[in-house]
Structure formats: C-alpha cells, structure tokens
C-alpha cells in the first residue's frame, strides 16, 4: 500500500495517543521513526496492566481509527497476548503487559527514531 502524508500519519498517531490513554494505558511512548525506516512514520508503544487491559486497549484503537476512516493491516497477538501489534501502515501500535515491554524494549532497538513527549504530542493538533 502507498504511503500516506506525513501530517496525516501524525495525526493517526495523535488519535491513538488519545484512543490509549482514554483506556488507561501507561507510559505512552511514541517514536517518530520516519528518518530511520521506511516500515513506518510512527511507533506507538503502551503498557497494560493485564492481558485484559490489552485487549481492551487493542478494541477501543481498533474502534477510534476504524470511525476515523483507518483500517489496521495486520494483528499479531490475539486475546489473551501479552503483547498485540497492530500494523495501520504509518502508524505501528504496540501493547504490552509489563513483563514484556521491559524484556522486549523497544525504545532501546529503536533508540535511533526520535522520542516524542507522548503528552505534548495529544495536546497539539
């Protein structure tokens, strides 16, 4: 699939930002990967407090994009997983418990993208 506009990519980032945090996930991170790989313009990464929380975070992403006109591409994980990517193209969603979030560590493989304070991201725009 092509790639989409840069300003609409971010704004699809904002959305799950906020999609995620109105479910109560923590530690929103997201990296602005588009200067380091062409997988994506945006990692959003996210912990849940339980595999319950994950797939209630998964649903309501799913939910707030898919009404915005954004359909995800592909799921790895399913209900249970403690960890669930979900592929929007520019934008790549990850949730995860606790325990796999610090044993897969994300922010450190991808240290290279540019960090973006998740709370000044949802506020702009």
Do not use: P
């Not at 530690?27 to 319950?52: M, P, Q």
């Not at 669930?84 to 991808?110: C, K, P, S």
Request: with cysteine; aromatic share 8%; net charge negative.
């Amino acid at each position: 699939m092509e790639k989409m506009d840069r300003r609409e990519a971010e704004q699809m980032a904002r959305m799950t930002c906020r999609a995620l945090e109105a479910k109560k996930a923590v530690d929103i991170k997201v990296i602005d990967i588009h200067e380091v790989s062409v997988l994506a313009d945006y990692f959003i990464i996210s912990t849940a407090k339980n595999s319950n929380q994950v797939q209630a975070l998964v649903d309501h992403v799913d939910e707030t994009l898919g009404r915005a006109g954004h359909a995800v591409r592909h799921v790895e994980g399913d209900r249970g997983s403690s960890w669930v990517l979900m592929d929007f193209g520019d934008v790549i969603v990850h949730i995860f418990d606790e325990e796999n979030r610090l044993f897969y560590d994300l922010e450190r493989i991808w240290r290279d993208g540019k960090i973006v304070d998740a709370q000044s991201f949802m506020d702009e725009g």
